[in-house]
């Protein structure tokens, strides 16, 4: 059941943006000292408007979110996009953490990803300190934002997980990693994903305690992880409705 985050009202009804949506690339340091890049959506200058991190899927990058980022800029949200060491490259923007890290020699499985998300959620800690911080996974990333929303309870208030799963048992993890942290949460959640994908979450979201905690099945086949919010997609407006009502107040 979708319950109203009371602590969006104010920003989402004043949130103004003070000019057209850009954004800026950074870099700021992994828990290892890898260099991750990230691109910031920060056209709101109020120091208490909410932040959401995004993760991206397998075999992409920041550029997933070139598309949404700006629509959550809209709904009164600042966003970084940030890349993972896992991953390659979307929608013509390479991932330079990815490049970073093979240049490095170091691994870069989905779970060798885990240090990258805590450390960005840090940054935005740190350098956004009254801004209430949402992060938000796609695929592998959606995995592992609602493990460390488990496991850190106090990096992140509120978490969306797009298409997530146990994807880790092939690395070494345990069947149910993901599962396991997911016992723990206590902060909202949105969960979504294609139709089919919906039983490989279903545990997942029965696992959570959270008192506030969506589960969303489009009535189409719908798209795997982020890039179903993409406005290509006949069918992204479903997908934006139920996020909107979400992240929304009543």
Request: overall charge neutral.
């Amino acid at each position: 059941m979708t319950h109203a985050l009371l602590w969006l009202l104010i920003p989402l009804l004043t949130a103004t943006l003070s000019h057209a949506t850009e954004s800026r690339t950074i870099t700021f340091r992994s828990t290892d000292g890898i260099s991750l890049t990230a691109d910031l959506y920060t056209p709101h200058e109020t120091k208490t408007t909410p932040l959401i991190l995004l993760f991206h899927q397998a075999g992409s990058s920041r550029g997933e979110y070139t598309d949404i980022a700006p629509r959550l800029n809209k709904m009164g949200f600042n966003c970084i996009a940030v890349d993972l060491r896992s991953g390659e490259y979307s929608r013509g923007i390479d991932n330079q953490t990815a490049i970073q890290a093979s240049k490095a020699g170091l691994p870069t499985h989905y779970s060798d990803a885990l240090p990258d998300v805590i450390a960005a959620l840090r940054y935005a800690h740190k350098n956004y300190p009254n801004s209430k911080i949402i992060a938000w996974g796609s695929s592998y990333s959606a995995a592992l934002v609602l493990k460390v929303a488990g496991d850190h309870p106090e990096l992140t208030d509120t978490v969306l997980a797009f298409s997530p799963g146990e994807y880790f048992a092939h690395l070494g993890k345990s069947k149910t990693w993901i599962q396991d942290s997911a016992k723990k949460i206590e902060v909202p959640v949105f969960i979504t994903s294609s139709k089919e994908e919906a039983d490989s979450w279903r545990i997942i979201y029965d696992a959570i305690p959270s008192k506030t905690k969506t589960g969303f099945i489009p009535a189409t086949a719908g798209r795997h992880g982020s890039r179903a919010l993409w406005k290509k997609y006949d069918d992204s407006e479903a997908y934006w409705q139920a996020v909107t009502q979400f992240l929304s107040p009543e």
